[in-house]
């Protein structure tokens, strides 16, 4: 019998298996940024490239640059090397300008039926969010015109309900792990976040319940950890999360965005969908793409009051502009409170994961010891 937690790992491992079987037409995406919930409700299937199955990214390289952040750069792999060849297409979102590049070069050389590319505004305002409300109600209109169908509001609702479920579920996930012994390990939620992302938001709420249900009855004895919390750019680094676990370190809480900016807040349920869509995500201001750095360090501050974390690893991906800028400044508050930091900058698949695994078992111990 499979243990509960290989299921999710599974999912992954056969991700595109996974998409491909629901037998309906699938949109890739990129950023926490994109309303799955419309293509959900156009009968589509949305889910997460992830970059990790690309074998070469010379091509991709020649392409748009080598220099460049390697999630994008292996994203862009996987779809040169034919991964994604059965999705229709992809939707990129204006995180940053590499994700412009991105999308530019994956319309022009590989030129799937449907691309997108979704204006997100990097202001919190009635007026931006009124912005990216019609932002949305073009995508709709363009999914609308290359389907030949509607996405009527009833759909949106349902849809909008559907993935709330997912938010809720994920929480639950995440008030686990606040637990003096969490029963979830930081490699079984890096695992169940990227299932998450796999699609199939129905069979995948299905299966958390029953997880969640399972390790909500263990009933383990405290015992006292050293509590490691992760932020910053697009974190899948099962070797490192492996790292800092063997330490005897856990990790309770990552904020990225395979992890719980994923699965913070809930769209409200009011008679305009796009509405509500276009304020819940405007509204998710924790990227550092977004302005105003107080609001994400005042979040990640409330976070690690709230995970009651030790210490904090801040990982970004190199060239990765946005996450470097935020550095300084996250490190100097978080420093002025007395709460110890270690920076990491690595790659999607990491060549330097042994001077990595030096430098955090050396941090890790010098404060559990
Ligand atoms: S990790 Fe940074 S550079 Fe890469 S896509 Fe995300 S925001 Fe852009």
Known sequence: MIEQAEIFALMNRNRTEFVKSSGRPA???????????????????PFRITGEFAQNTSEAGSMI????????????????????DFADGIVIVDECDWRKRLYETWKKQLNPPFTYYLELPKMITPESKAYFRLQLKKWVAALESHY?????????HRSISLHNETRTLLQR????RQSDCSPVTGMEALQIMKAATAGRKEEFNLELARFLDDREARNEPPTKRHRVLVCGS?????????????????????????????????????????TAIADYYLEKATCARMFDSDIRLNHLLDLIETYEADSVIYFTLK???????????????????????LFIEGEQQMSNIQSIKTRVQTFLETRMF
């Open 173 to 176: 996930l995440y008030k686990l």
């Open 234 to 274: 697009y974190f899948d680094q099962p070797e490192l999360v492996e790292i800092i676990e063997q330490t005897g370190a856990q990790i309770v809480c990552e904020d990225t965005s395979i992890g719980i900016k994923y699965a913070e807040g809930s769209i409200e349920e009011t008679e305009d969908p796009l």
């Open 27 to 45: 949109i890739g995406w990129l950023s926490i940024y994109t309303p799955e919930e419309i293509l959900y409700a156009a009968g589509l299937v």
């Open 65 to 84: 640059c080598s220099n460049f952040c390697s999630y994008l750069l292996h994203s862009l792999s996987e779809g040169i090397e034919g991964i994604y």
């Open 148 to 156: 030949h169908i509607q996405i009527t509001n009833e759909a949106l």
């Open 319 to 341: 060239f990765c502009d946005i996450y470097l800028m935020d550095y300084p400044y996250v490190m100097n508050r978080l420093q002025q409170r007395g709460i110890s930091v």
